[in-house]
C-alpha cells in the first residue's frame, strides 16, 4: 500500500491523525490527489445520490460592525455604498426563489444587530407565509438572541470559524475572539439549530497544518454543515496586495471533509465559482451536494462584495437558478426540491 492509500484507510477506519490530515493536504498534484477524489465522490454518492440541494441566498444588509481584514464590507471600506434591503424586499426575494425551486432561504449579512427586528419579522413571515427552511448567516449575537430567532422559525444557522489557529485568528480579526465564536457554535446547536460552520482556505500566513486542525475541530463540533471557500483578496481591504492561491488546496480540503464528516451538507461555494470558471462543477464532482445561487435583488450586488471579480454580480435577476441546473448537470448531478435537512444526526 502507498502512503496515501494507508492514510485513507486509517481515515476509514475512524483513525484520523493531524499527521494523516497534513500529509494528504500538502499532496502537491491532482494525480497523486486523485484516489482521494475518487474516495470522497464516492462517498458523496453514497448518502446523497446525484442529489444536489438548492438553498437561495438574499445578502440583505452590508452594515457592519467588524472589521474584518479580509472581508471587503468591513466597517472600515468607506468606499462601500451601505444598503439595507426593506422587510419587503426579503419578503419578495424569498417568494421569487421559492418559484425557482429552492425551499431554503439563507439570509446573510455583515454584523449588523441594529437590524434584528427587521430579520425577525422577516424570519417568521418566511416560515409561517411561505413555509420555507431559513439559514441565518449574521455573525455573532447573544445566546438570547439567537434564541429569539430560532422561536420566530429559523431552522439553521451559518458561522464559518474562519480558521481555529489562534495567532491568525487574532491577526485577521482586531475585534473578535476565537473562543467566543467557538462558544457561538455550541449555542446554536443546543438551542436545536442545524449549524453550519467553515474556514476559508489560502489566508495569509495559514499553514497545512492550520488546516489540518480545523479539520479536527470540524469533528469535534460535528456540524450539519462546513462551507469553505478560497481566500480572495479585495482590493479596499488591508490584504490587498495578497495573491490568491488556485482551487486545488481548497478541493482538497473539502475532499477530507467529505471523507471525516460524510453526512454533512457541503455546499460548493460562490467564491469557488469566482477561482476558476468551473469551480462548483468540481466541487460537486468530489463530494459537494448543495449549491446557493444568488437571489440578492441586482441593485445591491455590487455593494455586497466581499471579495473582488466575485461572480454574477452584473447578472440580470432570477438567472442563477438556470445556471445551477446547467452546473449541477455538467457535474453528472441534479436539483431536488427540498428543504433538504441534515443526514448529520
Ligand atoms: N457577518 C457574517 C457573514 C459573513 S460573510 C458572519 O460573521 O458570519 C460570509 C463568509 O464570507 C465569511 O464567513 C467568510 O468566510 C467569507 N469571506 C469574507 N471575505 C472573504 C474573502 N475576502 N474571500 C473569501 N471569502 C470571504
Redesign the pocket.
Known amino acids: 500500500m502507498t502512503g496515501i492509500e494507508k492514510t485513507l484507510k486509517g481515515i476509514k477506519d475512524g483513525n484520523i491523525t493531524k499527521d494523516g490530515l497534513t500529509f494528504l493536504l500538502s499532496i502537491p498534484t491532482r494525480e497523486e490527489f486523485k484516489p482521494v477524489f475518487d474516495e470522497s465522490a464516492l462517498v458523496c454518492r453514497r448518502h446523497f445520490g446525484d442529489k444536489v440541494y438548492i438553498r437561495g441566498i438574499i445578502e440583505f444588509s452590508n452594515y457592519?460592525r467588524?472589521s474584518?481584514l479580509?472581508?471587503?464590507i468591513n466597517k472600515a471600506n468607506r468606499k462601500v455604498g451601505r444598503y439595507r434591503m426593506t422587510l419587503e424586499e426579503i419578503l419578495e426575494a424569498a417568494s421569487y426563489m421559492k418559484k425557482c425551486g429552492s425551499l431554503t432561504a439563507v439570509l446573510?449579512?455583515?454584523?449588523d444587530p441594529g437590524y434584528d427586528k427587521v430579520v425577525l419579522e422577516a424570519v417568521k413571515r418566511i416560515h409561517e407565509d411561505l413555509n420555507m427552511a431559513i439559514t441565518l448567516?449574521?455573525?455573532?449575537r447573544e445566546p438570547a438572541v439567537y434564541r429569539e430567532f430560532i422561536k420566530a422559525g429559523a431552522d439553521r444557522y451559518?458561522?464559518?470559524i474562519?480558521t481555529t489557529d489562534h495567532d491568525l485568528f487574532r491577526r485577521l480579526h482586531p475585534d473578535d475572539d476565537l473562543e467566543y465564536r467557538k462558544k457561538c457554535l455550541i449555542t446554536l446547536k443546543k438551542l436545536g439549530y442545524e449549524v453550519g460552520t467553515?474556514?476559508?482556505v489560502g489566508l495569509p500566513g495559514q499553514s497545512v497544518g492550520a488546516i489540518a486542525d480545523d479539520l479536527l475541530y470540524f469533528i469535534k463540533l460535528n456540524p450539519a454543515m462546513v462551507?469553505i471557500?478560497?481566500?480572495?483578496?479585495?482590493q479596499d481591504?488591508p490584504?490587498r496586495n495578497h495573491k490568491n492561491t488556485d482551487i486545488f488546496p481548497t478541493l482538497k480540503t473539502l475532499a477530507l471533509i467529505r471523507l471525516i464528516l460524510p453526512k454533512s451538507n457541503l455546499p460548493a461555494t460562490t467564491?469557488m465559482g469566482t477561482i476558476a470558471p468551473d469551480g462548483r462543477q468540481q466541487a460537486l464532482k468530489i463530494g459537494a451536494n448543495v449549491i446557493m445561487p444568488n437571489f440578492t435583488p441586482s441593485k445591491y450586488r455590487e455593494s455586497y462584495k466581499?471579495?473582488d471579480n466575485k461572480i454574477c454580480i452584473s447578472e440580470e435577476y432570477g438567472k442563477c437558478a438556470g445556471c445551477t441546473t446547467a452546473i449541477a448537470k455538467a457535474a453528472g448531478k441534479r436539483i431536488v426540491k427540498s428543504k433538504g435537512y441534515s443526514k448529520n444526526t
Open positions: 457592519c467588524k474584518c479580509y472581508c471587503g446573510q449579512s455583515g454584523e448567516s449574521i455573525g455573532e451559518l458561522l464559518r474562519e467553515g474556514i476559508m462551507g471557500g478560497p481566500f480572495l483578496a479585495h481591504t490584504l467564491a466581499l471579495y
